[in-house]
């Protein structure tokens, strides 16, 4: 079993929250990581994609709570949203830590069920797809190194070929087990398909789902980009309610995620509309029909790149030991920085990612204007690309080697 490193954060919450949530999409592990916690826990673990306890659950959620011994697991609690208000009577009778650790498909923070019943009395954490760091058997410390500042000099060089792979192929466990392109595109179609049909009729009762994989494939084209509902309504013919109710729910399960823009009363008018992001690079190619052939489409490699990146760095924030905020920056006139992490500082480091090897001076643009738009919270500035020398461009401004931002030194080239 390939460790998780959000593993050691559940464990501790575990010992003080009565109860934790690990939210995540279908097929990132969560089932094999609450198993793991349970054993190491000597917790019940009962899971709700068994129909004979799901109908149990449905049918008399008090007694199904009351039935069962605590400490207690309950996998995939969203499809009996019911249990919730039980769990929520039984934690006010007794404020115990670590009493129920469930598990979910769906982003717990999106369902008003949760929320409403479990605020103050749970600790929600979301488990991603694997990291690279994950797959490869260590802890990157990027987050760290960019506050402090990285090592200058140079990294191991990165194979392009190598990264292709790697992106193609993205951080879902059971596609790292499978051999050929093919196989690799039938498990995907699969997938979508069975998240489409069955967690979307779990969470709404909705007409109109043979519309959302229009809209998933619709929307990948849109990644990186700034999601303009408005113009997708237009575009795709559906009504604007409608489709704020689609994209909330593909986020509910996590297919997509939104990156709201940094902006702060600094005097600029910035843009404020989030873009859109895929939760996994080889979903994404899946959708977009992207093979190894990729290479020689900049753009849409460029967008599978970005947003490999901004998993990275979403993965990174949800088991760092620091609270990271995640933004993109983008100023009316067209400036931009394509990632802002704040941390609890309210400091601001930018990433501007650029799928070549060699940097120039203009590469730099967008971060030299969100440094000038925020002096006095600008840590640090660093132009990633897949060269392999860390240098200075200016004061607080570097490049920053793919290498370097997934960790790999030359003990692990």
Known sequence: MIQRRIESKILDALNFSP????????????????????????LRYVTLDDLTILQAARNDPQGFISSY????????????????????RQV????????FFLTGSANA???????????????????????????????????????????LGNYPEFNRKKLIDI??????????????????????H???STILQRDIRDLSRIEGVYELPRLLTFLSYQTGSLMNLSNLSRELGIPLMTLKRYV?????????????????????????????????????AYLLGLDESVEENDKLFGQLFENFIFQELTKQISWNSQSYKLFYFRTASGKETDFVLETQKHEL???????????????????????????DRFKAGYVLFLGNNAVPFGDNLFTLPISAFLGIDSKRA
């Open 19 to 42: 109860v934790v949530f690990l939210a995540g999409a279908r097929q990132t592990g969560k089932s094999t990581l609450a198993q793991a916690i349970a054993k190491k826990r000597n």
């Open 92 to 99: 006010d009778a007794d404020r115990k830590p670590g009493q």
């Open 248 to 284: 909330s729910l593909l986020e509910t399960i996590f297919l997509i995620h939104r990156l709201p823009a940094w902006f702060s009363n600094i005097g600029k008018r910035l843009i404020k509309t989030p873009k859109v992001f895929f939760n996994d690079s080889g979903l994404l």
């Open 167 to 188: 992106i193609l192929t993205g951080g879902y466990p059971e596609v790292l087990k499978i051999k050929t392109p093919e196989q690799k595109r039938l498990w995907f």
């Open 109 to 151: 923070l999106m369902l008003p069920k949760v929320a409403d019943a479990l605020v103050g009395r749970i600790v929600i954490f979301t488990l991603f797809p694997f990291s690279y760091d994950e797959i490869h058997g260590f802890q990157n410390r990027i987050l760290d190194h960019l506050s402090v500042g990285i090592r």
């Open 190 to 192: 699969s997938y979508i």
């Open 69 to 88: 011994t605590r400490p207690i697991v309950i996998d995939e609690v969203q499809r009996v949203p019911q249990l919730l208000l039980e769990i929520k």
């Open 349 to 375: 480091i930018g990433i501007e990612v650029k799928l070549k090897q060699t940097i120039q001076s203009k590469d730099f643009d967008g971060l030299r204007e969100l440094k000038k738009l925020t002096t």
